[in-house]
């Protein structure tokens, strides 16, 4: 069964308005979370990441929460732009996180930003 | 900034054949992997490679599958007799393996069996 997933397979927003991604995981031993940028044609693109130990994190315009109690994560962007639109994934990281385990994505949510 | 990248951005091979997919990962990487997307799907794990052998691989990595480090700093995934199914696009990735074990990925090589 899906181990990641997000809520919303689309979210459509104006541009600078606050955009906020949804991603529910159900691997309570999960301990390290990604989130990813796809664009079209493209690989998956390194956005921010959050350990188990923390429950935020701010990056460049970026904020990640995670609340391990509800086993939810969420991305949110500040003053969404066009060239943020893509598809976003959420990734963890199973079991012990040892350098070498495999993440597991979710389904993706497609970003559209209107101008 | 340092990339992963990869050969060919895009093959289209005959049902059957082999197909040998390319890449090179960040230099200072230890940690060297394979996902697949199949279009309009997520993002789906198939082996990660550490110190020259394989550490973990999915159900996906069939005995059709292998991967090798011919040299210091190539890393391929090998499909010995391709399937329409195999159609997908393929993405290498590697980290460091130390604590901040960021994966990065390449762009892709998209795979069409035909």
């Known amino acids: 069964g899906e181990s990641v997933g997000l809520h919303l397979p689309t979210l459509s927003v104006q541009e600078g308005d606050n955009s906020i991604i949804n991603c529910a995981y159900s691997?309570?031993?999960?301990?390290?979370f990604i989130w990813y940028k796809q664009e079209s044609g493209k690989g998956p693109q390194f956005i921010i990441d959050i350990r188990s130990n923390m429950d935020k994190r701010q990056g460049q315009r970026v904020t990640v929460l995670l609340n391990k109690t509800v086993k939810h994560l969420s991305l949110q962007i500040a003053a969404t732009q066009p060239g943020d639109s893509a598809v976003y994934f959420c990734?963890?990281?199973?079991?012990?996180?040892?350098?070498?385990?495999?993440?597991?994505f979710g389904k993706g949510t497609t970003l559209s930003v209107s101008s | 900034e340092p990339e992963v990248t990869q050969t060919p951005s895009h093959q289209v091979t005959q049902m059957g054949q082999e197909v040998i997919l390319r890449c090179v990962p960040i230099s200072n990487h230890l940690y060297f992997y394979w996902y697949r997307q199949i279009l309009g799907q997520k993002v789906e794990f198939l082996v990660s490679?550490?110190?020259?052998?394989?550490?973990?691989k999915s159900e996906i990595f069939d005995d059709q599958f292998s991967v090798e480090r011919p040299d210091g700093s190539n890393f391929t995934l090998k499909i010995r007799s391709t399937k329409l199914e195999d159609s997908a696009m393929y993405f290498c990735?590697?980290?460091?393996?130390?604590?901040?074990?960021?994966?990065?990925f390449g762009e892709g090589s998209w795979l069409t069996v035909v």
């Open positions: 691997n309570s031993a999960s301990d390290y």
């Open positions: 990734a963890e990281k199973e079991g012990s996180s040892g350098a070498g385990t495999a993440l597991i």
């Open positions: 990735a590697s980290n460091t393996g130390h604590s901040g074990n960021t994966i990065y």
């Open positions: 490679f550490y110190n020259n052998e394989i550490s973990e």
